[in-house]
């Protein structure tokens, strides 16, 4: 057997074979993708053991699915069947912080928060902040290009990766980026590989831009009864000079399912809640303008935080988001991104979608960059419930191309829209994706069945 003799070549104390272990590594977090059983999971120390693994993994064609934390909601980290899982869990080092170049240096395994809270200690700022931010590790957030609830102001985990170290099919370790400001020569093979999921290499270090630490956040809420009225304020806030370093929208469902577990005392009848937030030298005159637009556009309830307690307690609501939504059954969450001048419409599209579904669909996201997650809820026991969500995540992801938008803003293609992204690319761009994945893996071993057919 192919595998066996693959694994029989490399260091036993990286090789789990356990049939318990390896069940736990078969799949991410995601619904409705296809996956199978690994198996062996190769827990690699270094880049070295990597490239030792790839390169038997080449020799004898045996498909490679590389994996961080398993957090992920689009599949990408599923197995196939008689394949292994890479898991990089073991590398998990903060090499260095550059204070001076406002620079780090980290190994995959290094879990979002944890570098967050480390470069916060030397007075830097690492900005990207996805939901999984307590959990994700930094090289699954590159795999992905991870978003988050900064990026209005901030962008996305790729605006901050400057250099990558990467082990390619064959076992080679690729460099690529730098350490300096400014760098134009050759090919941006950083950003290529950037959100490619494991697809074109095994990503073994990462270097990451850092900024200054921003002055504390100061929070608005706003409460909107009509949902044109807070897509007004949205649009208007966007195209302004006062850029927040948050913006998020909840939808009237997602409301109601917080205002249930929470008991905060939401204004009834709210139709949108923006959430907004700025960490400016003035964020009190950022937060009084973005005040006026809101309650311009027929905002009904507009609280600011008085200091960092309050500030916090208002952002509270975002943050219970889908805990809130999970409480009301098995849930499926999207990921789509439109204009912004389209949130609204894409939201009201949503409740046209769920009441001709029949199902309870909420909806919430970072309105700042037009990045929402509609969250179908449905009874995953019942064969009609779960064709129903299917149904209803197709017409969303569908209502969103329609908008001018795309099939993913942050989680990723994985395996879960892999048939989207033909649709959303027209066949010179996908024979050039196709043409690169053939470049870097020849035989097809890297994470075979995600992102490209």
Avoid at 418 to 427: A, F, R, S, V, Y
Wanted: proline share 4%; with cysteine; hydrophobic share 45%.
């Amino acid at each position: 057997m192919l595998v066996q003799s693959m694994i029989d070549t490399l260091p036993a104390d990286i090789v789990v074979d356990d049939p318990d272990i390896v069940a736990a590594y078969a799949r991410d977090q995601s619904k409705f993708t296809d996956g199978g059983m690994p198996f062996a999971v190769l827990v690699p120390r270094t880049t070295a053991e990597v490239s030792v693994c790839m390169a038997a993994a080449h020799r004898h064609r045996v498909a490679v699915v590389p994996r961080g934390a398993g957090s992920g909601l689009s599949g990408a980290a599923n197995a196939t069947a008689g394949s292994v899982v890479l898991s990089l869990h073991r590398m998990n080092t903060i090499r260095e912080i550059d204070v001076a170049n406002r620079l780090a240096v980290i190994e995959p395994g290094v879990i979002t928060a944890d570098l967050r809270a480390r470069v916060s200690e030397a007075g830097l700022f690492y900005p990207p902040d996805p939901g999984s931010v307590e959990f994700s590790t930094v090289g699954g957030n590159v795999a992905t290009n991870a978003g988050g609830m900064c990026c209005v102001k901030y962008g996305v985990t790729g605006d901050f990766v400057l250099g990558l170290e990467v082990v390619l099919a064959d076992g080679r370790v690729l460099r690529t980026g730098r350490r300096t400001v400014k760098g134009v020569a050759g090919y941006d093979l950083t950003h290529l590989l950037v959100g490619s999921e494991g697809t074109l290499g095994v990503i073994t270090e990462i270097t990451v831009e850092l900024l200054a630490a921003p002055r504390p956040a100061q929070t608005l809420v706003a409460s909107f009864p009509t949902l044109d009225g807070a897509g007004r304020a949205v649009a208007e806030i966007t195209s302004s000079d006062r850029t927040p370093s948050m913006l998020e929208i909840l939808d009237r469902t997602t409301v109601l399912a917080v205002d249930r577990m929470s008991k905060m005392g939401i204004e009834p009848g709210t139709a949108a809640l923006l959430l907004v937030q700025s960490d400016d030298v003035d964020a009190e005159v950022v937060l009084a303008s973005i005040d006026s637009m809101c309650s311009q556009h027929g905002a009904v309830d507009v609280v600011v935080s008085a200091d960092q307690g309050e500030a916090a307690l208002l952002l509270e609501a975002r943050r219970l988001a889908l805990p809130a939504l999970e409480l009301l059954g098995d849930w499926l969450l999207d990921d789509v991104a439109v204009p912004r001048s389209r949130v609204t419409d894409l939201i009201a599209s949503i409740e046209t979608i769920a009441e001709e579904a029949g199902l309870t669909i909420g909806v919430f996201g970072h309105a700042g960059d037009g990045n929402l997650h509609p969250t179908i809820i449905y009874d995953d026991a019942d064969a009609d419930s779960r064709a129903a969500a299917m149904s209803a995540f197709d017409a969303i992801t569908r209502r969103a191309l329609e908008l001018g938008g795309t099939i993913t803003g942050e989680h990723g293609v994985g395996r879960l829209k892999t048939g989207w992204l033909t649709i959303e690319h027209d066949e010179t761009s996908m024979a050039v994706q196709r043409s690169v994945k053939d470049a870097l893996d020849p035989s097809g071993i890297l994470n075979p069945g995600a992102v490209l057919r």
